[in-house]
């Protein structure tokens, strides 16, 4: 099966990604590399694609995109608790109130793991169960702190976007 990767002088484009990802992933957004609420568009997305594409490349070591995302957010080091993006509410909030950067940490490997889900749609046509599991956690984990941002800043003009491109986000994993 062969695989779908971007030029590197042309950049993300749907010429360039798996037929499967084009017709699922209809909205520009997904393709656009400045959009920090695309799956690619934010500096974690962009490195977790660039990654991606490394791994492939490089034979997929054991094939399992699963393991590929456990070592680079181990790589990462942020600290955040193995299944915080599992969480109830009240766990993730006693946890976000003990650093000011664990809300930080916290969205990276969310959008990490989104974008390894995306990125291997996009690369192969197919995602693992166990990936779009880990990607649908992590959006919602992601919903739930895009309405903890509406409450402690309820002037965010970017929070409806957001939402939007998250919602849109679980629309296409749920059509796989």
């Known amino acids: 099966m062969p695989h779908h990767f971007d030029d590197p002088e042309e950049g993300l484009a749907r010429e360039t990604s798996h037929p499967r990802f084009v017709a699922l992933a209809t909205d520009d957004f997904y393709y656009d590399l400045a959009d920090d609420f695309s799956p690619f568009g934010s500096d974690d997305g962009s490195d977790t694609l660039s990654l991606l594409e490394d791994w492939y490349r490089d034979g997929g070591k054991n ?33 976000l109130a ?5 809300e930080t940490y916290l969205q990276s490997e969310c959008r990490a793991r989104v ?10 046509g197919e995602v693992d169960p166990a990936m779009r599991d880990e990607a649908m956690a992590a959006i919602a984990c992601q919903l739930a702190l895009n309405e903890r941002a509406r409450a402690h800043h309820p002037d965010w003009p970017h929070a409806d976007e957001n939402e939007a ?3 849109s986000m679980q629309a296409v994993l749920n059509a796989l």
């Open 63 to 95: 094939g399992k995109v699963a393991s590929f995302l456990k070592e680079m957010l181990a790589d990462w080091d942020f600290g955040v608790p193995k299944s915080m993006h599992r969480v109830d509410a009240d766990v993730r909030e006693k946890w």
């Open 98 to 102: 003990k650093e000011d950067m664990h």
């Open 115 to 124: 974008a390894t889900a995306f990125g291997q749609l996009k690369i192969t």
């Open 165 to 167: 491109r998250l919602t």
